[in-house]
């Protein structure tokens, strides 16, 4: 069975840190691009961040470029991300996602979902 789990949401002040895991299951982790996305209330799902499988590459949306910062384990099959300087409009749902195809294509599996909170 196919799992993406994500976990290391929760409250944080404006300026905080937050870390992010997806833990992977079920699949050839190695084989698959993996993407971090949110989706705040009223607000259309958006692409965070992604990590290339072939070269270990990385994509960030402007909006978070220089504050958060995409890396995986392969040998865990682990995927996080690291924010740092975090603001209210950074409050969303986010999700991970793998993609056979690569960054950018259409995403094959999806977790669950872990909530942010920035307070200001």
């Known amino acids: 069975e196919v799992q993406l789990v994500e976990s290391g949401g929760g409250l944080v002040q404006a300026g905080g840190s937050l870390r992010l895991s997806c833990a992977a299951s079920?699949?050839?982790?190695?084989?698959?691009?993996i993407g971090w996305f949110r989706q705040a209330p009223g607000k259309e799902r958006e692409g965070v961040s992604c990590?290339?499988?072939?070269?270990?590459?990385?994509d960030y949306a402007d909006s978070v470029k220089g504050r958060f910062t995409i890396s995986s384990d392969n040998a865990k099959n682990t995927l996080i991300l690291q924010m740092n300087s975090l603001k209210p409009e950074d409050t969303a749902v986010y999700y991970c996602?793998?993609?056979?195809?690569?960054?950018?294509?259409?995403?094959?599996?999806w977790g669950q979902g872990t909530q942010v909170t920035v307070s200001s």
């Open positions: 996602a793998a993609s056979l195809l690569g960054c950018g294509y259409e995403y094959d599996y």
């Open positions: 079920g699949f050839t982790f190695d084989d698959y691009a």
């Open positions: 990590i290339s499988s072939s070269d270990g590459s990385t």
